[in-house]
C-alpha cells in the first residue's frame, strides 16, 4: 500500500516537474524568438520610425514619400528588367519582386484621399493622427526592409557565406516589407469602412443599444478594440453635441435615440396622452409599449423615469 502511495506522488511529482520543464522551456523559446526578430527586423523598423519622425517635423511625410517610391520604382525596374543588380537576374522572380512592394507602396501614397473621405464621415486628421503616424512609419519601414532584401544576396558574395541561406534571407526581408505594407494598407481601410459604417448606421437607425452595437463593430473589423471605441464614441459624441442625437441610461444599458425621431414619436404620444385625464400604470405601458422601439426592461425603465405615470 505504501509502495502505491508513494509511487503516486512520485507519480504527480514528476508531472508537475515536467510542466514546468514546458513552461520554462516555452518562455525561453518565445523570448529567444522575439530577440531573433528584434535583431532581424528591428534595425528597419527603427529607421522607418526615424525617417517618419524628420519627415513629420519638416511637415514632407506625403512628398518624401512620393520622391522615395519614384526612385524605388526606377531602381526596380532597372534591376527587374535591365538586370542591373549584380546578383539578381534580369526578368526572374528574385529581380523582379521589387516592382511588385514598389507599386504597392505606391497605392499607400492615396492616404489623401482616404484621409477626405474620413473627414467627410465625421473625422479630422488630429482624431487620427496616432494612425497616420503608424501608417507613414510602416511606409518607410517597407522601403527599408525592400533595402535588406536588396543586400543579403550582395551580403553572400563580400563574406562568402551561403547563397543559398543569403537568398531565404532576403526573401524573408521581402516577405516583411510585403506584409507590412499589405497591414497598413488593411488597417486604414478598415478605419474608413467603419467611419463610414458609423455615419450610415446613425442615419438608418433611429435607436441603437449602445453595447451592442458597439460590440458587433469591435468584432466586424480587423482594428484595435480601444481604437474602434474612440472612433464610436468620437463620432456619437459630436452628434449629441450638435443636437441630432440623444443618449438615455436606461435599464439594460444605454440607448442612442435620433433626436428628430424622438421628438416626432413623443409628441404622437403626448397627443395621446391629452385624450384622457389620467391612466393607469398598465394602461399607460401599453399606450407607449413600442413607441421607442425599446426592449421591455429599457422600454418601462423609461417611462419610470422620464415620464408622469399619467398624472
Known sequence: MLQIVGALILLIAGFAILRLLFRALTSTASALAGFILLCLFGPALLAGYITERITRLFHIRWLAGVFLTIAGMIISFMWGLDGKHIALEAHTFDSVKFI???????GLLALPVQIRTIQQNGLTPEDISKEINGYYCCFYTAFFLMACSAYAPLIAL???ISPSLMWWGGLLYWLAALVTLLWAASQIQALKRLTSAISQTLEEQPVLNSKSWLSS?????????????RIWLTLISQRISRGELR????????WLL???WYERNMAGFNEKLRESLSFTPDELKTLFRNRLNLSPE???DFLDRCLDGGD
Open 100 to 106: 511588385l512592394t514598389t507599386a504597392l507602396a505606391a
Open 217 to 229: 463593430l469591435q468584432n466586424d473589423y480587423s482594428l484595435p478594440e480601444t481604437l474602434t471605441e
Open 298 to 300: 429599457a422600454n418601462d
Open 158 to 160: 563580400q563574406f562568402d
Open 247 to 254: 443618449e438615455f441610461e436606461l435599464a439594460d444599458g444605454n
Open 258 to 260: 435620433d433626436n428628430a
